[in-house]
Nanobody, 116 residues
């Protein structure tokens, strides 16, 4: 059984930065994919970014491309989402997702609020 624990959310001013972490317990196989999704009030959950655990290749939503960077530390089984140049529209609950073979695991979410 895999468990995901997110951390790093909080309140930040527009233009500021935050780094989210997603720590996974259990085994992460080389074919796994870790992703970040977010859900703002009254909106559906949307894709933010993903990383292929073995090769480290990444993919981003257009809305965050050039501002967010997804990296991982294989030894710590942890993924990091560095969020720069934050905007008010980035305000949401951010969820970590880990896909292993045919199964998907979700974290509990962490709140990110961008406001002056």
């Amino acid at each position: 059984q895999v468990q995901l624990v997110e951390s790093g959310g909080g309140l930040v001013q527009p233009g500021g930065s935050l780094r989210l972490s997603c720590a996974a317990s259990g085994n992460i196989f080389s074919g796994s994919v870790m992703g970040w999704y977010r859900q703002a009030p009254g909106k559906e959950r949307e894709f933010v970014a993903l990383i292929n655990w073995s090769g480290g290749t990444t993919n981003y939503a257009d809305s965050v491309k050039g501002r967010f960077i997804f990296s991982r530390d294989n030894a710590k089984n942890t993924g990091y989402l560095q969020m720069n140049s934050l905007k008010s529209e980035d305000t949401a609950v951010y969820y970590c997702r880990l896909g292993i073979l045919t199964r998907a695991y979700w974290g509990q979410g962490t709140q990110v609020t961008v406001s002056s």
